[in-house]
């Protein structure tokens, strides 16, 4: 019986200790500054065991950006980027195999979710897998192996002449000199570490660690173009960080001094994630690819307003060139470049495109994977022409 005490005792300790640091690390996660308020975030994580199990896990292998310094999106200003819904971009997912008719659907690429896997833990959302088809009907222009969707009130006639122009730089192979350059203006947008089929909503999809976020999967584009000869240099600042308002101008005033003591550079690409969600759903946006699973991507193309962006035209046709040559090599890697009123710093140069490489609910390991495509497409075109 003494032994039994004892041993219940040192059990007692040891839940003590694991509640104790549990209090204190979900109150950093949480932002909350003093015991007292950790407590009553390891209370609220020990009475929800999910929630718990998924606190401690981003609490040891990560760190999270607090909260309060992702949810202000919808704050900040024009230039600053805001992400196009689902609707914006895409109609809603039709589901396989067999899809129900819907004679009010309108025409576009519809989207097929993968099968569902079990329900969630409780407290957890669900993430869905869904792939993206290329577009069809009027508000979408054929650029050879994919679509653009036009989105502006210019004829689809002007849209399809500037798509069909030739690349308006040249890129020079071999060159010591930088021709390309990757930043991120969002840099600290991040995925899911693990491929679970559900997100714990605590989890705000943003680190400050670059082998985690955006950065990690622009080395992968970088690492493929330098590899094909053509000199990259990549931008690793966290201009989101550690406030969200006014990253684009933060970005501007960056890549604009790389282009003064680099005025070799021709292509300048922030790489971005989206963020989709459906009915309280995360959806990623998957293809295969050889046999391996990879985040769609999307290319974002702005056009002039007010004279915001005169070359626009010349970028379209970069687009355009890009969206084939991804797709003819990696066919359904892409969704359809996005043409729409948007400003993105891409008046800086005649090749300055943002590109999103699969959403929140896509894994790291596949975005990194898509990078490495995107970034083989886009060698494969600037050192053969397509």
Known sequence: MGHFKTL?????????????????????????????????????????????????????RQEALPVAQTQVEDAESPPEYIAPTPEEILPSPTPAPAPQADSGAAEGPQATPAPTPGPPPEGMGSIVSAHYEQGSGAAYIPCAAGTIKNCTSLPAEEVAAAAAGPLPFSVEVGSAEPQVLIMHTHATESYELEDLGWFDPEYTCRLTDTSL?????????????????????????????????????????????????????????????????????????????????????????????????????????????????????????????????????????????????????????????????????LAGLFTTGA
């Open 8 to 60: 219940r005792r040192l059990g007692t300790l040891a839940l003590a200790a694991v509640v104790g640091a549990a209090a204190m690390g979900a109150g950093r996660y949480a932002g909350v500054p003093d015991l007292a308020g950790s407590l009553a975030v390891a209370g609220s994580l020990l009475a929800n065991p999910a929630a718990a199990i998924g606190a401690a896990d981003r609490i040891f």
């Open 213 to 377: 976020n955006m950065v990690a999967v622009g080395a992968a584009i970088a690492e493929k173009l330098n590899a094909a000869g053509i000199a990259t240099i990549q931008d690793a600042t966290l201009h989101d960080y550690p406030s969200y308002n006014g990253s684009y101008e933060r970005s501007n005033a960056t890549v604009r001094e790389y282009l003064e003591k680099y005025p070799s550079i021709k292509v300048v690409l922030d790489v971005h994630r989206d963020a989709i969600e459906t009915d309280g759903a995360r959806v990623k946006a998957v293809a295969d690819v050889n046999g391996r699973t990879a985040a769609q991507v999307m290319i974002i193309c702005g056009a002039d307003k007010n004279g915001n962006l005169p070359n626009f035209k010349q970028n379209l046709a970069f687009a355009a060139r890009w969206e084939s040559a991804m797709e003819s090599r990696f066919p359904g890697l892409t969704r359809p470049v996005l043409f729409d009123y948007r400003y993105y710093n891409q008046d800086l140069t005649t090749g300055s495109l943002l590109i999103e490489i699969g959403s929140h609910g896509n894994t790291l390991a596949e975005a990194v994977y898509s990078g490495e495509l995107v970034g083989e497409a």
